[in-house]
Each structure stands twice: as structure tokens, then as C-alpha cells.
């Protein structure tokens, strides 16, 4: 049962972000002199417009709190401490009620992105077998599975650290077991030593999901020191909802930090992920260097805007842990109906049976049906797969049009390889 994720209503929801407001700063009613932001420009936005009484998310927007640092350590710069309570509970929700960890034994904060987070997580691990193991830079590695988001790349290139990735099956995009075996033998081989493994809850292309306990135990076997990060900036908001005793949640012990997306599955503005950790862990990356921050900062953004954070809270609370029940079930009937479709036609397909992507082989679909339709290639040079992402505007009767023009380019490509 859910802990802190409860149903609100629109005036319960204005309520409590208008107090919050309030107790941020002002800067029309107090003199503040020392901080080098205020409201949003008045000339273009205007602060008495008679609307925002009844906008509380747009309010915050113009009001422009700064939620720098890790609120969910305690001190934080107490400017804008209203909005950052809201934010402190949003990621309560998110490492309790979603994620299955115990209350106020998880730090956070709402990122830039799916990116940064991920990017954080490895910031923290590389920082942590550094200064606990006095490990050196070229004896600690990133492993992730070759459907890992592109972000590992990046982390590969700004925090120095090499990067291994494991083979996947192509029709189960399941880890190849013995291609991650001889990859942790090359990497010790190389040199490495401490490992910061990244496990995926639903990949970007093809919503797959990796077995946990194939890393653990090929790890263990070599008696490995490693820290896993679970990357659910696709699944975050979805696969905890589909996926009954999951082991991709804070019970397991062998998890110690996760990505969520809510500009995905959650519908929120870009430029809202969410980094998630256990506690203990992001004290590795504080900026002690930054002291006119009270609390300092611990982030990889540094400064970011409240609103973000306010909208997500607003968005979970809004539906509540029910109702966003209700929504993922929705979207998994209407996948599964479009992959019997698909298998009536004989049509080749992936869709990992909790999520809600199907990616189609590219053989399947004509390329003037994938750019009416904006299907999404796995690479825009060479395609090899296009995937359809089942969200709420995704309607039975949408898919209906797709499969005709499937059904028309597939009769052709059969009457042409007959011929």
C-alpha cells in the first residue's frame, strides 16, 4: 500500500503550492540585495495577470524559486524553502511508493533529464571507489548492455572513465551471457577493478528490461567490487506498475540508485528527470568549493527551476497511486491488442510483455509509412527496427490507420518477392 502518494484535488493542489509561494521569497515586499535572480522579467510576464490566481504551476514558473543543491539532505538555500518541501516530497513518492524503498533512506533531486541523472550516478560511483578505495581513474570501468542509453557515452567522455558494453540476443534483446562473462574478463585484463554497472528497466528503442542477477552474479563469480545504477528514465513511471515482485526496486540491496523521467511516461515539461539514491552516496559529489550556497551543492546541474519540480508533484498527486494504476493499465491492454494485430498479420516484432513499446523489423515497414506515422528508427542512416510508443494519445483507432497503411505496403512487398 502506498505510503506517502495520495489524491488530491485541484483546490487541495493550488492550495498547498500558493502557501509554498508564500514562503519563498518576495522579492516586491522584502529587500532582498544578494541574489542574483528575481522574478521572471515583468515586461513580458506579467506578475498581476488575472489568471495565475488559478495557476499555480504557471505562478511558480513567473515566481522562479531555485531549487539548487539536494533539498533531501537537510539544509538548502532557504529563499525558496516553500517549493523546495514540494520537491522533497515528490521524491519521497517516487523512492517509496514506486521504487519500494523504506521512508527517508533515499536522497534526491529532480534533474535536467533522464541524461544527467544517469550521468550523476556515474559522477557519484567513480568519486566513491576513488575516495573510499583510493581507486585510480584507469581502474574503474562503466558496463551496460549495447541497448544502453547513449548517455553512457557521454558519461564515458566527461568523467573519463571507459566504457564496456555487453552484447544483447537480437529477437530477445537479452543480455548474451557468455559475451558478458569474457567482457568483465577483458575489462580485469584491462586493468579494472571496481565496476559501476548499469541495469536497464526499459531501454529507450526497444522497452527492454535487463535480468539484474545475470550481472550479479557473472560480477560475483569474479569476485568484483561494483555499484549498480538502474537506468528507468523510460520505464521509471511505467514497469513498477506492470511488473508484480520485481527485483528492480530499493528492496533489492544490490540497487543503489535509479533514473526516472517524467517528461516520458509522466507527461511533465522537458527538462524533469529524476535522480534517486540511497543515502550515503551523494555525499561524494559535493562542490565544497561552492559556499555561498547554504547546504552547498551536490548536483551535476547546479541551479534548476522549481516549476519543474512542482509540476510532477502536481501531475502524481493529481491522479494519485490508483488512478496511475488505472492509466498504465490502460496503455498495456491497448499494446497488447496492437501486437495481435501485428501477429495476426505475421508480422515481426519485439515488445517485452511489461511495457508498452513495440518496434517493428524494418522489413515490415515501408519507409514513407514510418515518416507518416513518426515511427522512431533505431539508427536514421541504417534502420534495422521502428518502434511505436503506446502513450494516451495513441489511440485504438490511431493504430487502426497504421495497420491499414501496414497492411497495403506489405501486400505489395509479398506480391514483389513472389514475382
Same mark, same amino acid.
Given at each position: 500500500?502506498?505510503? !506517502?502518494? *495520495?489524491?488530491?484535488?485541484?483546490?487541495?493542489?493550488? @492550495? %498547498?503550492?500558493?502557501?509554498?509561494?508564500? =514562503?519563498?521569497?518576495? $522579492?516586491?515586499?522584502?529587500?532582498?540585495?544578494?541574489?542574483?535572480?528575481?522574478?521572471?522579467?515583468?515586461?513580458?510576464?506579467?506578475?498581476?495577470?488575472?489568471?495565475?490566481?488559478?495557476?499555480?504551476?504557471?505562478?511558480?514558473?513567473?515566481?522562479?524559486?531555485?531549487?539548487?543543491?539536494?533539498?533531501?539532505?537537510?539544509?538548502?538555500?532557504?529563499?525558496?524553502?516553500?517549493?523546495?518541501? !514540494?520537491? *522533497?516530497?515528490?521524491?519521497?513518492?517516487?523512492?517509496? @511508493? %514506486?521504487?519500494?524503498?523504506?521512508?527517508? =533512506?533515499?536522497?534526491? $533531486?529532480?534533474?535536467?533529464?533522464?541524461?544527467?541523472?544517469?550521468?550523476?550516478?556515474?559522477?557519484?560511483?567513480?568519486?566513491?571507489?576513488?575516495?573510499?578505495?583510493?581507486?585510480?581513474?584507469?581502474?574503474?570501468?562503466?558496463?551496460?548492455?549495447?541497448?544502453?542509453?547513449?548517455?553512457?557515452?557521454?558519461?564515458?567522455?566527461?568523467?573519463?572513465?571507459?566504457?564496456?558494453?555487453?552484447?544483447?540476443?537480437?529477437?530477445?534483446?537479452?543480455?548474451?551471457?557468455? @559475451?558478458?562473462?569474457?567482457?568483465?574478463?577483458?575489462?580485469?585484463?584491462?586493468?579494472?577493478?571496481?565496476?559501476?554497472?548499469?541495469?536497464?528497466?526499459?531501454?529507450?528503442?526497444?522497452?527492454?528490461?535487463?535480468?539484474?542477477?545475470?550481472?550479479?552474479?557473472?560480477?560475483?563469480?569474479?569476485?568484483?567490487?561494483?555499484?549498480?545504477?538502474?537506468?528507468?528514465?523510460?520505464?521509471?513511471?511505467?514497469?513498477?506498475?506492470?511488473?508484480?515482485?520485481?527485483?528492480?526496486?530499493?528492496?533489492?540491496?544490490?540497487?543503489?540508485?535509479?533514473?526516472? @523521467?517524467?517528461?516520458?511516461?509522466?507527461?511533465?515539461?522537458?527538462?524533469?528527470?529524476?535522480?534517486?539514491?540511497?543515502?550515503?552516496?551523494?555525499?561524494?559529489?559535493?562542490?565544497?568549493?561552492?559556499?555561498?550556497?547554504?547546504?552547498?551543492?551536490?548536483?551535476?546541474?547546479?541551479?534548476?527551476?522549481?516549476?519543474?519540480?512542482?509540476?510532477?508533484?502536481?501531475?502524481?498527486?493529481?491522479?494519485?497511486?490508483?488512478?496511475?494504476?488505472?492509466?498504465?493499465?490502460?496503455?498495456?491492454?491497448?499494446?497488447?491488442?496492437?501486437?495481435?494485430?501485428?501477429?495476426?498479420?505475421?508480422?515481426?516484432?519485439?515488445?517485452?510483455?511489461?511495457?508498452?513499446?513495440?518496434?517493428?523489423?524494418?522489413?515490415?515497414?515501408?519507409?514513407?509509412?514510418?515518416?507518416?506515422?513518426?515511427?522512431?528508427?533505431?539508427?536514421?542512416?541504417?534502420?534495422?527496427?521502428?518502434?511505436?510508443?503506446?502513450?494516451?494519445?495513441?489511440?485504438?483507432?490511431?493504430?487502426?490507420?497504421?495497420?491499414?497503411?501496414?497492411?497495403?505496403?506489405?501486400?505489395?512487398?509479398?506480391?514483389?518477392?513472389?514475382?
Amino acid at each position: 500500500m502506498n505510503k !506517502i502518494w *495520495k489524491k488530491k484535488s485541484q483546490e487541495e493542489i493550488s @492550495d %498547498i503550492i500558493f502557501k509554498a509561494l508564500k =514562503q519563498n521569497v518576495n $522579492y516586491d515586499k522584502q529587500n532582498i540585495l544578494g541574489v542574483p535572480a528575481s522574478f521572471l522579467d515583468e515586461k513580458v510576464f506579467y506578475q498581476d495577470a488575472g489568471f495565475l490566481k488559478d495557476a499555480p504551476f504557471i505562478s511558480t514558473l513567473v515566481q522562479n524559486p531555485n531549487h539548487i543543491g539536494c533539498h533531501t539532505l537537510g539544509q538548502s538555500e532557504s529563499f525558496f524553502s516553500g517549493t523546495h518541501e !514540494i520537491e *522533497k516530497e515528490l521524491i519521497e513518492i517516487c523512492a517509496v @511508493d %514506486i521504487l519500494g524503498g523504506e521512508p527517508l =533512506q533515499q536522497d534526491g $533531486y529532480v534533474a535536467s533529464g533522464g541524461t544527467e541523472a544517469n550521468l550523476q550516478a556515474i559522477w557519484v560511483y567513480r568519486n566513491y571507489f576513488t575516495q573510499k578505495h583510493s581507486a585510480k581513474l584507469d581502474e574503474i570501468c562503466i558496463l551496460c548492455s549495447e541497448d544502453t542509453h547513449y548517455s553512457m557515452d557521454k558519461a564515458k567522455n566527461v568523467l573519463v572513465v571507459d566504457l564496456y558494453k555487453v552484447k544483447v540476443e537480437n529477437n530477445t534483446r537479452e543480455i548474451k551471457k557468455e @559475451d558478458l562473462n569474457k567482457t568483465i574478463q577483458f575489462a580485469i585484463e584491462d586493468g579494472k577493478r571496481y565496476f559501476i554497472v548499469v541495469v536497464n528497466m526499459m531501454t529507450t528503442m526497444f522497452g527492454s528490461v535487463d535480468n539484474i542477477d545475470t550481472y550479479v552474479n557473472e560480477l560475483d563469480e569474479f569476485s568484483c567490487e561494483y555499484k549498480i545504477h538502474i537506468d528507468g528514465a523510460y520505464g521509471g513511471f511505467y514497469y513498477p506498475f506492470t511488473s508484480n515482485d520485481s527485483p528492480l526496486t530499493f528492496k533489492n540491496p544490490n540497487i543503489s540508485s535509479f533514473t526516472l @523521467d517524467a517528461h516520458k511516461m509522466a507527461q511533465a515539461p522537458y527538462g524533469t528527470g529524476i535522480f534517486i539514491i540511497r543515502k550515503g552516496l551523494i555525499e561524494h559529489t559535493n562542490t565544497k568549493q561552492a559556499s555561498y550556497v547554504e547546504g552547498e551543492d551536490f548536483t551535476l546541474i547546479g541551479s534548476r527551476s522549481g516549476a519543474n519540480a512542482v509540476a510532477v508533484w502536481m501531475i502524481l498527486v493529481k491522479n494519485g497511486y490508483f488512478g496511475w494504476q488505472e492509466k498504465i493499465y490502460i496503455l498495456q491492454k491497448r499494446a497488447k491488442w496492437m501486437c495481435q494485430q501485428l501477429d495476426d498479420l505475421n508480422i515481426k516484432f519485439y515488445r517485452h510483455p511489461q511495457s508498452n513499446i513495440i518496434t517493428i523489423k524494418n522489413e515490415f515497414i515501408h519507409q514513407d509509412v514510418a515518416m507518416e506515422f513518426g515511427l522512431v528508427p533505431d539508427n536514421h542512416s541504417h534502420p534495422n527496427w521502428y518502434k511505436i510508443v503506446i502513450m494516451e494519445h495513441v489511440t485504438i483507432e490511431k493504430l487502426m490507420f497504421l495497420l491499414e497503411k501496414i497492411k497495403i505496403y506489405e501486400a505489395k512487398r509479398l506480391t514483389q518477392s513472389s514475382t
